[in-house]
T-cell receptor
Framework: EAQVTQNPRYLITVTGKKLTVTCSQNMNHEYMSWYRQDPGLGLRQIYYSMNVEVTDKGDVPEGYKVSRKEKRNFPLILESPSPNQTSLYFC?????????????FGPGTRLTVL | QKEVEQDPGPLSVPEGAIVSLNCTYSNSAFQYFMWYRQYSRKGPELLMYTYSSGNKEDGRFTAQVDKSSKYISLFIRDSQPSDSATYLCAKTNTGNQFYFGTGTSLTVIP
């Protein structure tokens, strides 16, 4: 089954404790992206990657890092999480052949930073 | 000014009604517009996309873009309870950076 998986699905942590949210896709997609979703602010893009070792900032990259060492994986790293990073996070992937190709979203990771 | 503005609703309609969902955007350079549907506790899924101006129809759904007024619309005919979800409009220019509206919550009452 074609899918994007994220782990963990739920995470409660404390300020300053480094964490990584993993994202993996089995569709051989070159493009992957991370978003956060907040009430009243909607879905906002954090980082995206057009291929292995190629990443770029989205709309709200501050406080986040990403890496793309393999095509299927695109982890999101919070080096020193803060309470304002409490949010619902989504990973997505799509093929690059045209802007209209479907962007597949993962199930989401709900992060709470105390 | 936000790239995409969307009325959050909530919107509640009886089954069978025609639903109109709307967004406005601020940068006319963007050419690709999308509508996503998001069920509770799920990730968004692509419903429809349109390029530049004009209409696109897919079953009960019609997406419309008016570039002169920077207006994006989604019409749902013969709405069903299964259409109850949050609908997100989005735009992109290059297919790499995406901008989403805040979403409109829709409930279709049987």
């Amino acid at each position: 089954e074609a899918q994007v998986t994220q782990n963990p699905r739920y995470l409660i942590t404390v300020t300053g404790k480094k964490l990584t949210v993993t994202c993996s896709q089995n569709m051989n997609h070159e493009y992957m992206s991370w978003y956060r979703q907040d009430p009243g602010l909607g879905l906002r893009q954090i980082y995206y990657s057009m291929n292995v070792e190629v990443t770029d900032k989205g709309d709200v990259p501050e406080g986040y890092k990403v890496s793309r060492k393999e095509k299927r994986n695109f982890p999101l790293i919070l080096e020193s999480p803060s309470p304002n990073q409490t949010s619902l996070y989504f990973c997505a992937s799509r093929t690059p052949s045209g802007n209209t190709d479907t962007q597949y979203f993962g199930p989401g990771t709900r992060l709470t930073v105390l | 000014q936000k790239e995409v503005e969307q009325d959050p609703g909530p919107l509640s309609v009886p089954e069978g009604a025609i639903v109109s969902l709307n967004c406005t955007y601020s940068n006319s350079a963007f050419q690709y517009f999308m509508w996503y549907r998001q069920y509770s506790r799920k990730g968004p899924e692509l419903l429809m996309y349109t390029y530049s101006s004009g209409n696109k129809e897919d079953g009960r759904f019609t997406a419309q873009v008016d570039k002169s007024s920077k207006y994006i619309s989604l019409f749902i005919r013969d709405s069903q309870p299964s259409d109850s979800a949050t609908y997100l409009c989005a735009k992109t220019n290059t297919g790499n950076q995406f901008y989403f509206g805040t979403g409109t919550s829709l409930t279709v009452i049987p």
